[in-house]
T-cell receptor, first 114, second 114 residues
């Protein structure tokens, strides 16, 4: 089973709201990722967690706050977002954090900031 | 850092024809090259990958070739079908410490006309 599950599928939030995106995988993967994808663009890496520790932050604004409660779960907390943050947010996982490990993407959460 | 160039940006073929998408990379230390297919509104899905110790890999109608000397790799789809219509992303990564970075090309929109 190569399933990465994301909730919610769609989210509309105001610029003063606080919301969270959730991601879950049960493949025993020890690396989890958040990507952001704008229309007609490739996925853009935001964060990498390796063995539940944050290993990469691609200079993401602090209004995005990741959290990895355990090896199966990954959250992205959103606060005071801007309209330009509207995008598809993809969670992904791989067996390990290293080149050659296949990255499996979730279906994504479509975020609209109004 | 790594830079991946992908061509063409759009490709239109007739059903049954072959399609070829080409990518070049800049970092000679890159050693893993996956290809993802993303249908409209859906997640990127791995369709084939190749590692630097192999020159060619085939899976039914899909094949990938790698030329390490020239630093380019290509996706070949034979006997195209309308369901092959999607955006295809190439990517490259290298080993480096404990961090993992997958650099994507800008994508190719493939349209297969029935």
């Amino acid at each position: 089973d190569t399933e990465v599950t994301q909730t919610p599928k769609h989210l509309v939030m105001g610029m003063t709201n606080k919301k969270s995106l959730k991601c879950e995988q049960h493949m025993g993967h020890r690396a989890m990722y958040w990507y952001k994808q704008k229309a007609k663009k490739p996925p853009e890496l935001m964060f990498v967690y390796s063995y539940e520790k944050l290993s990469i932050n691609e200079s993401v604004p602090s209004r995005f706050s990741p959290e990895c409660p355990n090896s199966s779960l990954l959250n992205l907390h959103l606060h005071a977002l801007q309209p330009e943050d509207s995008a598809l947010y993809l969670c992904a996982s791989s067996q390990r954090d290293g080149s050659g490990n296949t990255i499996y993407f979730g279906e994504g959460s479509w975020l609209t900031v109004v | 850092g790594e830079n991946v160039e992908q061509h063409p940006s759009t490709l239109s073929v007739q059903e049954g024809d072959s399609a070829v998408i080409k990518c070049t990379y800049s970092d000679s230390a890159s050693n893993y090259f996956p290809w993802y297919k993303q249908e409209l509104g859906k997640r990127p899905q791995l369709i084939i990958d190749i590692r630097s110790n192999v020159g060619e890999k085939k899976d039914q109608r899909i094949a990938v070739t790698l030329n390490k000397t020239a630093k380019h790799f290509s996706l070949h789809i034979t006997e195209t079908q309308p369901e092959d219509s999607a955006v295809y992303f190439c990517a490259a990564s290298r080993s480096g410490g404990s961090n993992y970075k997958l650099t994507f090309g800008k994508g190719t929109l493939l349209t297969v006309n029935p």
